[in-house]
């Protein structure tokens, strides 16, 4: 135990004058027994008496000065688990000490500082701990004496909370960074105590674990407060500002309530958090800042101390007898005389006789009072396992709801991806429509402009007709010949008319009207001249008609006038339609002088073009040129590998082959089109280069891989392999020749690279194992069989699993008890894990087949795959069948006719077999597939689960084995001699036993991988069987250089461009 060493001078100046000194001297020698029986370098856990010694102590002199003046003495410098207790209770006495002690402790900031920065600079696990545990300590401090309505035990009431915070919206967004600090510290000093321990389960019944996990009870309580506060704070914020404005404040808080959810969850996974403290479980997801009515629905978490049974104390002087005045020799005689024979004649007894009596009945009534207290308590925890039993199977309920409303939540976001699509589509129907409107506005206001014109051209017109009904008028009175006038004028004033309408729209038919006109005018004035010699006529023969012809004469007058009217508004149109003429005529030389030039600069542009076109072309040719020069060294390389000796150490399946030599098929059709596209124009060559490109690449590696295929192969099939390989390479140099000379490019025929092609292809079929093809079409029927059959099996085995647990319950008692309950419920739990592990490979299943079948169907691309479905079989039936064994190993450990050894073997077991159901369902699946993200966090689950059962397996063995200790003190020195001889003979034997296991258990996994990767590569199987080999090079190991003999590879079963081959899981 660590000692105080430099007590204050304060405390030894002290003497026992007074009574009050006297009781100073004894709290003093009280408070610096607990705090060096509290503070000291033994790696346990700070026991509670001792610290509740130390707070009782700060509220009695209402302050820390007497704590800080033995803490300052310790040797803190030396020891970094020293300096951990000290961080932790300082911690304790800071959130349950007197209110002063924030005071005292400003006073020794720089010291708590320089321990912090000490030990964060040595490079010890205690260390780096410390200093986290010091800047948390100087927040703390900070932080409740900026802000003193809040205890340093951080429980104050909304009402205080409210009062702190204020209106301002400024000391809320400050206060409000400041919990964010303050939580930070909190959760960083978890993290680091996380981060140094082992997640087994026994750690926490370690010394050293409980030493670490001890000062997280109290992170735990101000954790709790603090999200409490932040969460009031943010809701009180996001009523007073924009949400845009605190989108950091939101992200800080959502990663810190992940972080403390994460926390709580496995702080209350640990045992011996169990029976400290109450942790609080947060809800699922964070609240809802936005909605203004998810603070009703938030709930403060609660942390709640169960009270615990006093502990044994350690015996204590009650009574001071040291601390008596000194008397004389005499009175010393008389008190050694009496302790040795007692008080003479029966004396009565002295006080301190009758107080220890009292004292000793006094203790006698506390036993019976603590004994009727733990009465109490022990049902008060029967009552709240009653509770906890009760809170479980509502949570499992929760956890049901929980699931369906995932799924529900699912099926609305897909409903609200649609109803967001067609509010897209809604907003870009409402688009066109705008734009619809605004043009036929537009439309509408040209319309409104030629209507104005219509209605003016028709009141000019109609005044005009009125002009002529008028004169019809004054012609109506005449005779008949003159109506015949009257009509003609009429007419000829509608020509007139329609010859000055038709000026302004055409040019061109003026001039033919106008002369049209004039005829007809000239016409009319024959029959005019006609009309009058009939009038002189009729005047000669009548003569009563002579006062008619006055008026005739009068009206003729008014007639001859407004023809000649009619003459001078022709004479107008005429200088009009001449002046028109003329502009036309202008207009017409400076357009045909525009035309030429026009014509120039288009016969100069023709030029330029072909030329331009000429030198494309010759590019064009020049890039394919080059492409195929490039692509005949690319396939003169592979053909010279054929021949190279160092290829003979390359190795190739016949599944890869027959892959590569379809693609070049692809690709020849590819070369094919390219070169029509070509010849239909020749300024485009970028097809054919593309194809020519990819040709010329897959006919390589086809050449390639049927040179390093012929090597695994009989004689005379890997003959006419090579010979195929070769003539395949000639005439794709014959082709790359005939595509570099622009004579013979026209009558290229890229089918002759087709027939060596096709051969390679058969002879690739030929040479793979016949066992591929058997029952493909059954292949997607086991696959569904299979996965039903793995999840039954999981089922059975959680069934079995209860049953046993409750076998055990009533078989064993005690410390078996509790191994056999703790090695169960963690088998339980692993196969939950993989139950739910199962569902959702079965679901990404699902997704793969829906996206990859296309328009196939679920057999044909189960077929189609059958390597990547065979692959997800053989993971299925090794999920189930290590599930059936793992139940098995637990059954004979429970009934103790099996080894826990079976159980650890288990477990690994079925860690691998759901590594390789991953790896089988992550080969065609997309990355950024939900189902895989939760498939891959399903998997990691598991294996934490398969290393608590390995965990729970070695702390239940070691409490269940029986360790004899060794005594060897009756034996002589012959004996002992023997002993250890025969000792080191049985050493020696069960190492040569480890080490054959060893090689036999090597030898085990090498021939597991061998069947295991038989069935899909046929260069296993030659390498299995020497005898077929036509070569002894094909069994020796490749270099790292050389392409390694792997697991074929499907052309449908992987990407093309991916550059995945499949693998076997074989754990070693």
């Not at 400050?174 to 680091?192: H, I, R």
């Not at 079929?765 to 093809?773: A, G, M, N, V």
């Not at 899909?1016 to 270099?1039: D, M």
């Amino acid at each position: 135990m660590n000692s105080i060493k430099n007590v204050p001078a304060r405390v030894l100046s002290r003497r026992p004058g007074h009574s009050l000194e006297a009781e100073r001297e004894q709290f003093d020698k009280t408070q610096a027994i607990s705090i060096s029986k509290a503070i000291n370098t033994q790696e346990a856990p700070v026991k509670e008496k001792h610290a509740r010694r130390i707070i009782l102590g700060t509220h009695h002199e209402k302050g820390a000065f007497t704590f800080w003046s033995y803490a300052i003495g310790l040797p803190l410098p030396s020891s970094s688990i020293l300096s951990w207790k000290f961080c932790h209770v300082l911690h304790k006495v800071l959130r349950d000490g007197h209110p002063n002690v924030l005071h005292d402790c400003q006073r020794y900031r720089s010291n708590i500082r320089e321990i912090g920065d000490l030990w964060g600079h040595l490079h010890d696990r205690y260390g780096q701990l410390v200093n986290v545990y010091t800047k948390l300590l100087l927040t703390k401090i900070s932080f409740h004496l900026k802000h003193p309505q809040f205890p340093a035990g951080l429980e104050v009431t909304d009402e205080v909370l409210e009062k702190a915070a204020g209106t301002d919206v400024n000391n809320i967004f400050q206060l409000t960074v400041e919990m964010f600090d303050y939580m930070d510290c909190e959760l960083k000093l978890s993290e680091s105590v996380f981060r140094q321990l082992n997640t087994a389960i026994a750690v926490s019944q370690m010394s050293s674990g409980q030493c670490r996990l001890a000062p997280l009870i109290q992170v735990i309580q101000d954790c709790s407060h603090l999200y409490h506060y932040t969460v009031k704070l943010l809701f009180k914020l996001h009523s007073c500002l924009p949400a845009d404005t605190l989108q950091g404040h939101r992200d800080r808080f959502h990663e810190q309530f992940h972080s403390l959810r994460n926390f709580f969850r496995r702080a209350s996974d640990m045992l011996y958090f169990k029976r400290l403290i109450q942790i609080p479980r947060l809800p699922e997801g964070p609240p809802n800042f936005l909605r203004a009515s998810a603070l009703a629905e938030h709930i403060k978490p609660v942390v709640v101390i169960p009270e615990e049974a006093p502990e044994d104390e350690e015996p204590e002087n009650l009574i001071e007898i040291s601390t008596g005045p000194p008397a004389g020799e005499p009175v010393v005689v008389a008190d050694l005389f009496d302790q040795t024979f007692g008080p003479p004649n029966g004396s009565v007894k002295d006080d301190r006789d009758l107080q220890i009596e009292s004292l000793k009945r006094e203790v006698e009534m506390l036993r019976s009072e603590l004994e009727k207290i733990k009465l109490e308590a022990q049902r008060y925890i029967s009552q709240l396992k009653s509770q906890v039993n009760a809170l479980e199977g509502e949570l499992e309920e929760q956890r049901k709801q929980k699931q369906k409303a995932l799924v529900d939540n699912e099926q609305l976001r897909h409903e609200l991806a649609q109803l967001r699509a067609a509010q897209l589509e809604g907003e870009r129907s409402q688009g066109l429509r705008e734009e619809a409107e605004r043009k036929a506005s537009a439309t509408e206001a040209r319309y409104n402009k030629l209507k104005e014109k219509h209605s003016e051209l028709v009141h000019v017109h109609a005044e005009l007709l009125r002009k002529n009904a008028d004169t019809a008028k004054q012609l109506t009175v005449t005779q008949q010949s003159q109506e015949e006038v009257a009509r003609v004028k009429e007419q000829l004033a509608f020509q007139v008319e329609q010859v000055k309408r038709e000026s302004e729209l055409k040019l061109e038919e003026q001039s033919d009207q106008l002369e049209k006109l004039k005829r007809e005018l000239e016409a009319k004035a024959g029959e005019l001249a006609r009309v009058q010699e009939a009038l002189s006529r009729t005047e000669q023969s009548k003569s009563e008609l002579s006062s008619r012809l006055d008026t005739l004469s009068a009206e003729k007058d008014a007639l001859s006038g407004a023809v000649r009217q009619r003459e001078a508004d022709l004479l107008a149109a005429q200088s009009l339609v001449r002046e028109t003429e003329a502009a036309l005529s202008r207009e017409q030389q400076r357009s045909s002088q525009e035309q030429g030039e026009l014509q120039g600069r288009l016969a100069e542009r023709e030029s330029q073009e072909q030329g331009l076109r000429q030198r494309l072309l010759d590019e064009q040719f020049a890039v394919l040129r080059g492409a195929a020069a490039e692509a005949a060294g690319i396939l003169q390389d592979a053909v010279s590998k054929l021949d190279d000796p160092l290829h003979l150490r390359c190795t190739s399946s016949p599944d890869y082959l027959v892959s590569r030599a379809q693609e070049a098929l692809d690709a020849v059709s590819a070369l094919e089109e390219g070169h029509a596209q070509y010849l239909t124009s020749l300024a485009d060559a970028s097809a054919l280069v593309a194809a020519l490109t990819r040709f010329s690449h897959l006919a390589a590696d086809t050449i390639i891989n049927g040179g390093a295929t012929s090597h695994l192969a009989p004689t005379d099939p890997a003959d006419r392999l090579i010979d195929t390989c070769r003539e395949c390479g000639a005439r794709a140099l014959e082709l790359m020749g005939q595509l570099q000379d622009q004579q013979a490019l026209r009558h290229v025929q890229a089918s002759l690279v087709r027939t060596p092609l096709q051969g390679i292809l058969q002879l690739g079929q030929e040479l793979k194992p016949q066992s591929l093809d058997v029952r493909q079409e059954e292949l997607g029927a086991m696959v569904d069989k299979e996965m039903a059959a793995t999840s039954a099996a999981i089922e059975d085995a959680v069934r079995r699993i209860e049953d046993m647990m409750n076998q055990a319950r009533h078989a064993s008692s005690g410390v078996k008890l509790e191994v056999n309950e703790r090695i169960l419920n963690s088998c339980t739990d692993l196969m939950k894990a993989i139950r739910l592990l199962v569902t959702t490979s079965t679901s990404l299943q699902k997704e793969i087949v829906e996206s990859g079948r296309g328009a196939a169907t679920q057999q044909e691309f189960y077929a189609k795959n059958s390597r990547w479905t065979e692959g997800l079989i053989s993971a299925s039936k090794a999920v189930g069948w290590g599930a059936t064994q793992l139940v098995e190993a637990a059954d004979k450990v429970v009934l103790h006719t099996g080894k826990y050894e079976e159980l650890i073997v288990c477990s690994h077991e079925i860690a691998a077999s759901t590594a390789q159901l991953v790896a089988a369902s992550k080969v065609k699946a997309n990355k950024h597939s939900p189902h895989l993200s939760r498939l891959q966090e399903c998997s990691r689950t598991v294996n934490e689960r398969a290393a608590n059962v390995v965990a729970s397996t070695k702390s239940g063995q070691e409490q269940i084995e029986d360790r004899d200790t060794m005594d060897f003190s009756g034996l002589s020195l012959i004996k002992l001699k023997k002993q250890e001889m025969e000792t080191q003979v049985r050493v020696l034997e069960l190492e040569k036993t480890l080490e054959a296991e060893r090689m036999r258990l090597g030898e085990l996994r090498k021939q597991h991988y061998v069947l295991a990767g038989a069935s899909g590569s046929p260069g296993e199987e030659a390498a299995i069987r020497p005898s077929t080999a036509p070569r002894s090079v094909t069994t020796k190991k490749p270099p790292l250089a050389q392409k390694p003999s792997m697991a074929p590879r499907q052309d449908h079963q992987l990407d093309k461009k991916d550059g995945i081959y499949p693998a076997q899981l074989v754990n070693y």
